[in-house]
């Protein structure tokens, strides 16, 4: 069985392009889609995905937040975070200090996602 791969985005086209990526990948499969952290926190726990996709910046609840939330229900949860270049820097910098695993910017690169989810 692959791995379990939970996108976490507030735009529906990112999550799709990341999506259409993850799927083509051979040993990954896609378990779910939250829309924002506090949605992303709660399918955590209810999917025990092995990989989180996780945008920085969306509503409600941030990534640097959500990720935070994650690591403290499971220490050993691997965390990626989507970055759009440019503008985020200090924020990507901040995900790595709080826990995250690796960043994958957009736009995205099929050869550098299959590295970066094939690492963890």
């Known amino acids: 069985m692959g791995k ?5 985005d507030d735009s529906v086209t990112t999550a ?12 990954f499969e896609i378990v779910g889609h939250a829309k924002n952290g506090a949605e992303a926190v709660k399918m955590y726990k209810s999917l025990t ?12 609840m941030d990534g ?3 990720t935070r939330a994650i ?3 499971d220490q050993n949860a691997k965390v990626v975070m989507i970055s759009s270049l440019g503008g985020v ?6 995900a790595l200090k709080v826990g995250a695993k ?3 910017a957009k736009p995205f690169e099929p050869e550098k996602i ?3 989810l094939q690492s963890l």
């Open 4 to 8: 379990r791969v939970l996108l976490v």
């Open 71 to 73: 690591l403290q229900l």
């Open 16 to 27: 799709k392009q990341l999506e259409s990526i993850i799927v083509g990948l051979s040993g």
């Open 102 to 104: 690796d960043v994958i």
């Open 89 to 94: 820097g200090d924020k990507v910098v901040e």
């Open 64 to 66: 640097l937040q959500a």
């Open 114 to 116: 299959r590295q970066t």
């Open 49 to 60: 995905p092995d990989i989180v996709c996780m945008d920085i910046v969306m509503p409600l």
